[in-house]
């Protein structure tokens, strides 16, 4: 029963868009139910804008219909098809606040990463949209565990550390060339603190070994250089960690 009158619900609709072929449907002259399916309509053939007005026209003209959550929904899926990725964050992190509990949140939430990871910038620019995507795409993966696109989840989320790692790793490679050791060691430092499950781990664990002895901290040196040989023995960066401590202990000696 629901079916049909829902098929005739739909095929009112389309009478009625039939009937104004000039100027549009009059959404003020329609049901929630008819603007919803119109709506619907014009999403299925990737008539976004056209959508999104309907949904739009639907959230104001029934702010209380039973519709309107859905069609928020659909308002940041039209605006994430598009590739109009800051309206689909925008959207998407809305709905998320207004409707903790909805089903459609991990949805929300990874379409919300990669809205942010789509506009990131190269390493040597702001990283804010970098931070948001790795911030949710974290919380996406630690709060649904069972998410079926977590895979996908996962690796943008691998990126967006690699990117952030990479950040960190472009400015302290520039203190350490303007032998700026402290301001140096502090960004390897964050690095190793941070970014450890990254490539650049070992590397920085040994320049952080290299800018200490720089600031005649030889203790706190030896602790880093002797963590990246036990982490990493077979890395290139063991082999230059094996001779400034050799060097280290001959200049001691």
Known sequence: ???????????AAVLLFAALP????????????????????????????????????????YPFSTYVTQA????????????????AAVAYEDFVERHPTNAAVPHCLHRLGLSHHKQKLAI???QAETHLAEQTLTRLVTQYPDYPDRED??????????????????IARFYWREKEYYASLQRFERVVRDYSDTKFYAESLYYAGA??????????????????LAKFPDDRY??????????TSDHAS
């Open 1 to 11: 029963m629901k079916t049909s009158r829902r098929i005739a619900t739909a095929l």
């Open 22 to 61: 000039a100027c549009g449907p009059k959404f003020d002259e329609m049901s929630p139910s008819q603007i919803y399916d119109y709506g619907e309509s014009e999403f299925n053939d990737r008539s976004f804008s056209n959508a999104i007005e309907a949904y739009e026209a639907l959230i104001d003209l």
């Open 72 to 87: 928020e929904l659909r308002i940041a899926d039209s605006y994430f098809a598009r590739k109009r990725w800051a309206e």
């Open 124 to 126: 040597d620019r702001d």
């Open 153 to 170: 989840a996962e690796e943008k989320l691998r990126e967006a550390r690699e990117d952030l790692a990479a950040r960190e790793r472009y």
């Open 211 to 228: 800018c200490l002895l720089r600031l005649d901290e030889g203790a706190e040196a030896k602790r880093r250089l002797d963590l990246l």
């Open 238 to 247: 063991a082999d230059k960690a094996r001779k400034l401590l050799d060097d």
